[in-house]
């Protein structure tokens, strides 16, 4: 009978030091993420780790010059995103007319100003919506369809982010 008393506290005393060890994970801060989301309904699409400095990009089709566009943030560590960069191939509806445009190797490039703790896209098979983070590409349109999205930088604790590693990012 003590063997399976003891038996009993060994499990007792572990399942309580595993509960307290996912909560301390859990309240410490692990980085931060950029996450895609369903605008209206806030269903998360897509949570890729981010640090801060990190470069976002979207890139598109322009739905009138049929040409690509290219801008890009990078991470802050206050969670937001800083515009640091437009592409574009040809001027059209909605590209900067009166900024200070240069050309370089034949495409137009403004260094535009601009911090958005969020943004809203609206992915189309026109436009081919695409997302790099980093060196990874994720295609817009398939995880959205035609629906808006709201992208946003999130501070993630150690436990979503030590879960990371165990789950595979799609």
């Not at 506290?9 to 909560?23: D, E, H, I």
């Not at 890139?59 to 009138?64: D, F, K, R």
């Not at 802050?76 to 800083?82: D, I, K, P």
Request: proline letters at 4%; charged letters at 25%; aromatic letters at 6%.
């Amino acid at each position: 009978m003590s063997a399976r008393i003891g038996l009993r506290r060994a499990v007792v005393a572990f399942t309580l030091l595993s509960v307290l060890l996912a909560g301390v994970a859990a309240a410490v801060p692990g980085g931060q993420a950029l996450v895609v989301e369903d605008a209206d309904t806030g269903e998360r699409l897509l949570t890729v780790p981010v640090d801060e400095g990190a470069t976002v990009a979207l890139e598109y089709n322009h739905s009138v010059e049929k040409t690509r566009v290219l801008d890009v943030y990078e991470v802050r560590a206050n969670g937001s995103l800083e515009m640091t960069r437009m592409e574009f191939e040809s001027y059209g509806w909605g590209l900067p007319a009166r900024a200070d445009v240069r050309k370089e190797n034949g495409t137009f490039v403004f260094d535009p100003e601009g911090v958005y703790d969020e943004i809203y896209v609206t992915p189309g098979d026109v436009a081919g919506h695409r997302l790099h983070v980093g060196d990874r590409t994720y295609d817009l349109v398939e995880r959205a369809g035609e629906e808006s999205v709201r992208l946003t930088v999130v501070r993630r604790s150690a436990l979503s982010a030590g879960l990371d590693g165990l789950i595979p990012r799609l």
